[in-house]
């Protein structure tokens, strides 16, 4: 069964201090691992696809890499705004549907 | 406009209730599933549609059952309604052939089971 941990559960950070979020991952066949931002109230938003490791993928101040064994998110001087929980998931060639972590919340403070 | 939407958003009845929840997605996808998610923030996956025929069904109380009247509708009913229902349930989709992991989600319908 594949199973995904996410650490820390939460951050705070002040604004313009870089960090970054863990998941780790333990499945049969990775077929692809997934990050997606959750406001409060709202339904996760997708924001990177990563299939081997090695890859890497930014978008504004995010940055998500991979490997065999883990992805980490980078935020690098985060704003406010920037505040939201970030949920990790894999598929895996033995389960098709997504797996999610339970998210590291993230604050950050102006 | 709003691509997957979901009504209602809050719901809050009692005990051995029926309750639906609609989901409609304006993409032109064809896979649509629902999601629990509970007190700990973790999201399970409860079913998956593609074109209106059922293709996941995770371990779930037959109390629940999904019904896709076409490709761009998911609705869940819940019949004899517990405690351990309480949770948000979000409907997503995705279009077919994109990653199995980049789904769209609605804003979610918070269920309270009194």
């Known amino acids: 069964e594949d199973q995904v941990t996410q650490s820390p559960e939460a951050l705070r950070l002040q604004e313009g201090e870089s960090s970054s979020l863990n998941c780790s991952y333990t499945?049969?066949?990775?077929?692809?691992l997934f990050w997606y931002r959750q406001d409060p109230g709202k339904g996760p938003e997708f924001l990177f696809t990563l299939y081997s490791a090695g890859e890497e993928k930014e978008k504004e101040r995010l940055k998500a890499t991979l490997t065999k064994k883990e992805s980490f998110l980078h935020i690098t001087a985060p704003k406010p705004e920037d505040s939201a929980t970030y949920l990790c998931a894999v598929t895996s060639g033995s389960a098709r549907q997504l797996t999610f972590g339970s998210g590291t919340q993230l604050t950050v403070l102006p | 406009d709003t691509a997957v939407s979901q009504t209602p958003k809050y719901l809050v009845t009692q005990m051995g209730n029926d309750k639906s929840i609609k989901c409609e997605q304006n993409l032109g996808h064809d896979t649509m599933y629902w999601y629990k998610q509970d007190s700990k923030k973790f999201l399970k996956i409860m079913f998956s549609?593609?074109?209106?025929?059922?293709?996941i069904n995770e371990t779930v109380p037959n109390r629940f059952s999904p019904k896709s009247p076409d490709k761009a509708h998911l609705n869940l009913h819940i019949n004899s309604l517990e405690l351990g229902d309480s949770a948000v349930y979000f409907c997503?989709?995705?279009?077919?052939?994109?990653?199995?992991?980049?789904?769209?989600f609605g804003e979610g319908s918070r269920l309270t089971v009194l």
């Open positions: 499945v049969s066949g990775l077929r692809g």
């Open positions: 549609y593609n074109n209106k025929e059922l293709i």
């Open positions: 997503a989709s995705r279009e077919l052939g994109g990653g199995h992991g980049e789904l769209f």
